[in-house]
């Protein structure tokens, strides 16, 4: 009876030790581990391969880290395929074009330039060649247009889309997380531990 509580209290260490030698051979031989980014942040790493686990090799000497990215995971998905969407800000269209602002410093114009400074010749407010004196001309910036309503606007609508579960995301419910790779520990004390750790079980 004695001898079958010790072999169950001895279970949960060994299948610890077996879970981290599965990981410690999930890792590659040479080179690292990256996340793939279309799968969702529990299996980003191979199946059964969890992110904490892999930090806990590293913790233990076994592996190395290092941060790869910060960037949006979906809330639908749990992967990290979100890209920046500029919409509309009055009707939500795509259908934008972003249009060069310049400033005439002699008479503090501002004006747009949707084909590039050097196709306006004159400025619209004081009738100023602008050619005559190009130090006086500053970009400030963009404006954006929209091709749908008409709209103008000095910023876009802002949002996520995710090209995972084709969704689009307000700003707001979408988070950021660090990602990393991993890799086998190149040190001398970690492959000594690794071997030990082997040899335990
Ligand atoms: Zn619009
Ligand atoms: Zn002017
Ligand atoms: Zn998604």
């Not at 793939?36 to 076994?62: C, F, I, K, N, P």
């Not at 084709?166 to 690794?194: G, I, M, N, P």
Request: net charge neutral.
């Amino acid at each position: 009876m004695q001898s079958i509580l010790k072999h169950l209290c001895r279970v949960p260490a060994v299948m610890k030790a077996e879970l981290s030698n599965a990981l410690f051979d999930a890792l590659p031989k040479t080179g690292w581990l990256y996340p793939d980014l279309t799968l969702s942040a529990a299996q980003m790493y191979g199946q059964g391969v969890r992110a904490d686990d892999l930090h806990a090799l590293v913790e233990r000497g076994l592996a190395e880290s290092k941060v790869l990215c910060r960037c949006a995971r979906c809330p639908a998905c749990q992967t990290h395929q979100c890209s920046i969407w500029e919409r509309c800000m009055r009707c939500e269209s795509a259908n934008l074009t972003a249009i060069p602002l310049f400033h005439h410093i002699l008479c503090a114009a501002i004006f747009e330039a949707p084909n590039g400074l050097a196709a306006v010749e004159r400025c619209e407010k004081c009738d100023q060649p602008l050619a005559d004196e190009p130090a006086m001309v500053e970009p400030v910036g963009d404006t954006y247009r929209c091709r749908d309503c008409g709209g103008h606007s000095p910023e876009p609508k802002l949002a996520f889309y995710c090209f995972g579960c084709q969704k689009v995301h307000a700003f707001d419910e979408v988070t950021f997380h660090r990602l990393w790779k991993f890799r086998r520990a190149t040190t001398h004390s970690a492959l000594t531990d690794s071997v030990r750790q082997k040899n335990d079980v």
